[in-house]
C-alpha cells in the first residue's frame, strides 16, 4: 500500500523544478501512508511520486517504476496478488521482470497490453501510468474501489493523488465547492464516483479507467459486478471453499507479519478461521472494538472466536473523548468528510494493529454480495406490506410512528420506522431512502432538496440484485471501502477483504435469491458454508454491525462540542438553512427524536468546512456541476 501522486503536462511541454518540488510536497503530505520509502521520477513532461508501505518485495520495491526502453512510468498503490502468474506470463513475452515486489509487472503489461493490462491484474490497486510516447495519463481503480485516486485537469495540465488533501496542499490549487455533492453527502454521507466535494476534483470510479491526452479525457469501465446479468445456480460449498481458501492464501502470501480484525460476527469470524486453517502454526493477533455500552459492545463474542481459534485477542477502547481529535485528523490526512461514525473507531483500531504490523485482514463486502442487511429482507416485505389495503396499512404506521425513542443499538423500534417510512415508494426508491443518512423530511426542514435518483440501468432485473449491485458501487465502494482506506491509511496499515476478491464476486453473483435471503433470513449459503469452520452460536446469531453511542453521547459528553460544530455558520455553504441544525439538536437533546445519523453528519461536514476554510485555496465559493 502506498500514497502515489503527479503532475503531468500533455503538451509535452518541459516542467520547471517547482513542479518537482510541488510533487515532493504532495508525496510528503502522504507520508503517513508510506512510512517504508518515498521516490520520485521526473520525465521533460510529467513528474510522478510515490510513498510505500512495504508488504511485498522487501527493499526491491522502490517507486516509480520506470520501463528504460519506452520511458513509461508506473505508480501503484495497493497489491498485485497474481503477480507470480504475471511474470511467468511476461518472460514467454520476452519482457522478464527482476525485481521481486508484485508491482513490478505493471509496465510489462501494460507495454503488451495497453488499457487492457487492467482486465489482467487481481488485487486492490490504484495505478497511473504515464506514457511519454503518446504523451498519455492513464489512470486505474481496482474492481470493488479499495483503493482511491483523484484527479484534477487544468488546461493541458494533470494532477493525481490518492488523498485530495494532497492535492490541494499548502493551499496551492483554488478549488470551488460541488454544492451537489455536498448536498447528495448530506443525504447519504458519502460521495458516488465521479464526484468529490470539489468541483474540480474527480474519483476515479471502481472499475474504472480515465485515459488522458491531446484528444480530450476519456472514461471507461473494465469490470462491473455482473450479478443482475449472471444465470443463477445451485451454489457448492465445496466449490465456494476452494475459490475462499486459495483467496487468503494469496493475500496473506506476504513478507510481513499481519493481523485480523474481529468483531465477533460472521463474516470476519469466517476470515479469521480459514486464514487460521491455511497458517495453522503462525502466531496471529485479533483486534477488536470495545464499548463501555452494553448494547453496542461485542467484544465477547470476538473473545470467544479468538480463543476457539488460538488467536492473540488485542482489545480497543472506545470512548467519547476518543472522537473530536480522531475526527479532525482524518480529515486532514484525507481531505474528505464521510458520515460514517464507524470510520473513527476504525481508525483507533488500525492505530494500535499498526504497532505489530504493517497488514489485517478484514470482512468486508461479504454483506453487499452474500444479501447479509435487513434492509434486503425488508425489501421482499415491504412488496408484501404495501399489497395489504390502506385501511390496515394506516394504524400499523401509527403504532411504529409513535414507539420511543432508544439509545440501544439497532432497535426494533429504529428498524420499524425506517421501514414504513418507505412502503410507498418502488424498490430501488424505497432503498435508498432506508440507506439514507438523513431522510427527506430533515432534508426539507434543513434546506437541502432531495438528491436525483440512483441512476437504475439493470432493466427487468430482480429487485435483490439491483439493490446489491448498487450498494456495491455506492455504499461499500465509496463508504466503507472509504472508511477502510482513510482510517487504517492514517496509521500506515493496509487492510485486504478476501470477500472482494473478483472469483469470489464472480461466486456470489451466480447465488439464487432463496441463497441470499429467506423471509427475514439474509446470507443464507455464506452461513450455511460457515458452519464449517465455526459455531452455530456465532454464525446465526443477530446481525448487529459495527456502530457507535453517537446518540447518547450526542446528549451527554459530547453535547458542547457537538453544539459549537452544529452552530458553525459555514454550513450555509453547503445550504443548510441557518438555525435548522440546532433545531434538531435540541429536538434530540430532549429526547423528542433520534436524529443520531443526521447530526452526525451535519457535524462532519462542519469540521470539513472549517478544514477546507483553513487548508484550501478556495474560490469564489460553492459551484454547481
Same mark, same amino acid.
Given at each position: 500500500?502506498?500514497?502515489?501522486?503527479?503532475?503531468?503536462?500533455?503538451?509535452?511541454?518541459?516542467?520547471?523544478?517547482?513542479?518537482?518540488?510541488?510533487?515532493?510536497?504532495?508525496?510528503?503530505?502522504?507520508?503517513?501512508?508510506?512510512?517504508?520509502?518515498?521516490?520520485?521520477?521526473?520525465?521533460?513532461?510529467?513528474?510522478?511520486?510515490?510513498?510505500?508501505?512495504?508488504?511485498?518485495?522487501?527493499?526491491?520495491?522502490?517507486?516509480?517504476?520506470?520501463?528504460?526502453?519506452?520511458?513509461?512510468?508506473?505508480?501503484?498503490?495497493?497489491?498485485?496478488?497474481?503477480?507470480?502468474?504475471?511474470?511467468?506470463?511476461?518472460?514467454?513475452?520476452?519482457?522478464?521482470?527482476?525485481?521481486?515486489?508484485?508491482?513490478?509487472?505493471?509496465?510489462?503489461?501494460?507495454?503488451?497490453?495497453?488499457?487492457?493490462?487492467?482486465?489482467?491484474?487481481?488485487?486492490?490497486?490504484?495505478?497511473?501510468?504515464?506514457?511519454?510516447?503518446?504523451?498519455?495519463?492513464?489512470?486505474?481503480?481496482?474492481?470493488?474501489?479499495?483503493?482511491?485516486?483523484?484527479?484534477?485537469?487544468?488546461?493541458?495540465?494533470?494532477?493525481?493523488?490518492?488523498?485530495?488533501?494532497?492535492?490541494?496542499?499548502?493551499?496551492?490549487?483554488?478549488?470551488?465547492?460541488?454544492?451537489?455533492?455536498?448536498?447528495?453527502?448530506?443525504?447519504?454521507?458519502?460521495?458516488?464516483?465521479?464526484?468529490?466535494?470539489?468541483?474540480?476534483?474527480?474519483?476515479?470510479?471502481?472499475?474504472?479507467?480515465?485515459?488522458?491526452?491531446?484528444?480530450?479525457?476519456?472514461?471507461?469501465?473494465?469490470?462491473?459486478?455482473?450479478?443482475?446479468?449472471?444465470?443463477?445456480?445451485?451454489?457448492?460449498?465445496?466449490?465456494?471453499?476452494?475459490?475462499?481458501?486459495?483467496?487468503?492464501?494469496?493475500?496473506?502470501?506476504?513478507?510481513?507479519?499481519?493481523?485480523?480484525?474481529?468483531?465477533?460476527?460472521?463474516?470476519?469470524? $469466517?476470515?479469521?478461521?480459514?486464514?487460521?486453517?491455511?497458517?495453522?502454526?503462525?502466531?496471529?493477533?485479533?483486534?477488536?472494538?470495545?464499548?463501555?455500552?452494553?448494547?453496542?459492545?461485542?467484544?465477547?463474542?470476538?473473545?470467544?472466536?479468538?480463543?476457539?481459534?488460538? $488467536?492473540?485477542?488485542?482489545?480497543?477502547?472506545?470512548?467519547?473523548?476518543?472522537?473530536?481529535?480522531?475526527?479532525?485528523?482524518?480529515?486532514?490526512?484525507?481531505?474528505?468528510?464521510?458520515?460514517?461514525?464507524?470510520?473513527?473507531?476504525?481508525?483507533?483500531?488500525?492505530?494500535?494493529?499498526?504497532?505489530?504490523?504493517?497488514?489485517?485482514?478484514?470482512?468486508?463486502?461479504?454483506?453487499?454480495?452474500?444479501?447479509?442487511?435487513?434492509?434486503?429482507?425488508?425489501?421482499?416485505?415491504?412488496?408484501?406490506?404495501?399489497?395489504?389495503?390502506?385501511?390496515?396499512?394506516?394504524?400499523?404506521?401509527?403504532?411504529?410512528?409513535? $414507539?420511543?425513542?432508544?439509545?440501544?443499538?439497532?432497535?426494533?423500534?429504529?428498524?420499524?420506522?425506517?421501514?414504513?417510512?418507505?412502503?410507498?415508494?418502488?424498490?430501488?426508491?424505497?432503498?435508498?431512502?432506508?440507506?439514507?443518512?438523513?431522510?427527506?423530511?430533515?432534508?426539507?426542514?434543513?434546506?437541502?432538496?432531495?438528491?436525483?435518483?440512483?441512476?437504475?440501468?439493470?432493466?427487468?432485473?430482480?429487485?435483490?440484485?439491483?439493490?446489491?449491485?448498487?450498494?456495491?458501487?455506492?455504499?461499500?465502494?465509496?463508504?466503507?471501502?472509504?472508511?477502510?482506506?482513510?482510517?487504517?491509511?492514517?496509521?500506515?496499515?493496509?487492510?485486504?477483504?478476501?470477500?472482494?476478491?473478483?472469483?469470489?464476486?464472480?461466486?456470489?453473483?451466480?447465488?439464487?435469491?432463496?441463497?441470499?435471503?429467506?423471509? $427475514?433470513?439474509?446470507?443464507?449459503?455464506?452461513?450455511?458454508?460457515?458452519?464449517?469452520?465455526?459455531?452455530?452460536?456465532?454464525?446465526?446469531?443477530?446481525?448487529?454491525?459495527?456502530?457507535?453511542?453517537?446518540?447518547?453521547?450526542?446528549?451527554?459528553?459530547?453535547?458542547?462540542?457537538?453544539?459549537?460544530?452544529?452552530?458553525?455558520?459555514?454550513?450555509?455553504?453547503?445550504?443548510?438553512?441557518?438555525?435548522?441544525?440546532?433545531?434538531?439538536?435540541?429536538?434530540?437533546?430532549?429526547?423528542?427524536?433520534?436524529?443520531?445519523?443526521?447530526?452526525?453528519?451535519?457535524?462532519?461536514?462542519?469540521?470539513?468546512?472549517?478544514?477546507?476554510?483553513?487548508?484550501?485555496?478556495?474560490?469564489?465559493?460553492?459551484?454547481?456541476?
Amino acid at each position: 500500500m502506498c500514497g502515489i501522486c503527479g503532475i503531468v503536462n500533455i503538451s509535452g511541454e518541459r516542467q520547471p523544478e517547482s513542479v518537482r518540488l510541488r510533487v515532493n510536497a504532495m508525496s510528503q503530505a502522504m507520508s503517513h501512508r508510506g512510512p517504508d520509502d518515498d521516490g520520485l521520477h521526473a520525465a521533460e513532461s510529467a513528474v510522478l511520486g510515490a510513498t510505500r508501505l512495504a508488504i511485498r518485495g522487501g527493499e526491491d520495491g522502490h517507486q516509480p517504476m520506470v520501463d528504460a526502453a519506452s520511458g513509461v512510468v508506473a505508480v501503484c498503490n495497493g497489491e498485485i496478488d497474481n503477480h507470480q502468474e504475471l511474470r511467468r506470463w511476461l518472460a514467454v513475452r520476452g519482457r522478464p521482470v527482476p525485481q521481486a515486489t508484485d508491482v513490478a509487472v505493471i509496465p510489462g503489461m501494460y507495454l503488451e497490453l495497453g488499457e487492457g493490462f487492467a482486465e489482467k491484474l487481481a488485487g486492490a490497486f490504484a495505478i497511473a501510468i504515464w506514457d511519454p510516447r503518446e504523451r498519455k495519463l492513464m489512470l486505474v481503480r481496482d474492481r470493488a474501489g479499495e483503493r482511491p485516486l483523484f484527479f484534477t485537469r487544468t488546461g493541458e495540465t494533470i494532477i493525481f493523488a490518492t488523498e485530495i488533501a494532497s492535492i490541494v496542499s499548502e493551499r496551492k490549487l483554488p478549488v470551488n465547492f460541488d454544492l451537489a455533492a455536498l448536498q447528495r453527502y448530506l443525504q447519504f454521507g458519502l460521495f458516488a464516483s465521479p464526484t468529490s466535494p470539489f468541483a474540480s476534483i474527480e474519483k476515479i470510479p471502481p472499475g474504472g479507467i480515465v485515459q488522458i491526452d491531446a484528444r480530450g479525457v476519456r472514461r471507461s469501465a473494465y469490470w462491473r459486478w455482473k450479478n443482475v446479468e449472471t444465470p443463477k445456480q445451485k451454489p457448492s460449498p465445496d466449490a465456494f471453499d476452494q475459490i475462499f481458501r486459495e483467496t487468503i492464501r494469496r493475500q496473506t502470501d506476504v513478507d510481513v507479519d499481519f493481523g485480523l480484525f474481529l468483531s465477533g460476527g460472521v463474516d470476519s469470524s $469466517l476470515v479469521a478461521a480459514v486464514t487460521r486453517s491455511l497458517h495453522p502454526e503462525r502466531r496471529l493477533k485479533a483486534y477488536t472494538l470495545r464499548f463501555e455500552e452494553e448494547s453496542f459492545d461485542e467484544g465477547n463474542f470476538a473473545e470467544t472466536v479468538a480463543a476457539s481459534l488460538k $488467536l492473540e485477542p488485542v482489545t480497543v477502547w472506545i470512548r467519547p473523548d476518543d472522537l473530536p481529535g480522531t475526527l479532525s485528523q482524518l480529515i486532514k490526512t484525507g481531505g474528505e468528510p464521510l458520515a460514517d461514525p464507524a470510520w473513527l473507531p476504525t481508525a483507533l483500531l488500525a492505530r494500535r494493529a499498526a504497532q505489530d504490523a504493517p497488514m489485517a485482514l478484514v470482512g468486508e463486502g461479504a454483506d453487499e454480495l452474500f444479501g447479509g442487511y435487513p434492509t434486503y429482507a425488508g425489501a421482499e416485505v415491504a412488496e408484501r406490506f404495501a399489497s395489504l389495503p390502506a385501511w390496515v396499512r394506516r394504524p400499523i404506521r401509527c403504532v411504529v410512528e409513535s $414507539l420511543p425513542v432508544s439509545d440501544k443499538k439497532m432497535t426494533v423500534s429504529f428498524l420499524l420506522k425506517r421501514f414504513v417510512e418507505g412502503t410507498e415508494l418502488d424498490g430501488m426508491a424505497r432503498h435508498e431512502l432506508w440507506v439514507s443518512n438523513i431522510t427527506p423530511p430533515i432534508l426539507t426542514r434543513l434546506g437541502i432538496p432531495r438528491a436525483p435518483a440512483c441512476a437504475d440501468d439493470a432493466g427487468g432485473g430482480l429487485l435483490l440484485d439491483r439493490i446489491q449491485r448498487r450498494d456495491l458501487e455506492n455504499g461499500l465502494a465509496e463508504g466503507l471501502l472509504t472508511k477502510a482506506d482513510r482510517a487504517s491509511m492514517s496509521s500506515a496499515l493496509e487492510l485486504r477483504a478476501p470477500f472482494l476478491d473478483e472469483p469470489v464476486m464472480a461466486f456470489a453473483a451466480s447465488l439464487p435469491v432463496a441463497d441470499r435471503v429467506q423471509n $427475514l433470513a439474509t446470507k443464507i449459503f455464506l452461513k450455511r458454508y460457515a458452519l464449517r469452520y465455526l459455531p452455530k452460536s456465532i454464525v446465526h446469531r443477530r446481525k448487529r454491525g459495527l456502530s457507535v453511542p453517537i446518540g447518547r453521547w450526542l446528549r451527554g459528553p459530547l453535547r458542547d462540542w457537538a453544539a459549537a460544530a452544529l452552530g458553525n455558520e459555514r454550513l450555509g455553504q453547503a445550504g443548510v438553512r441557518p438555525g435548522a441544525a440546532m433545531e434538531l439538536f435540541s429536538e434530540h437533546c430532549r429526547h423528542q427524536a433520534d436524529h443520531a445519523r443526521a447530526l452526525w453528519t451535519l457535524i462532519v461536514l462542519s469540521e470539513w468546512l472549517d478544514w477546507a476554510a483553513k487548508e484550501t485555496a478556495s474560490g469564489d465559493g460553492p459551484s454547481e456541476k
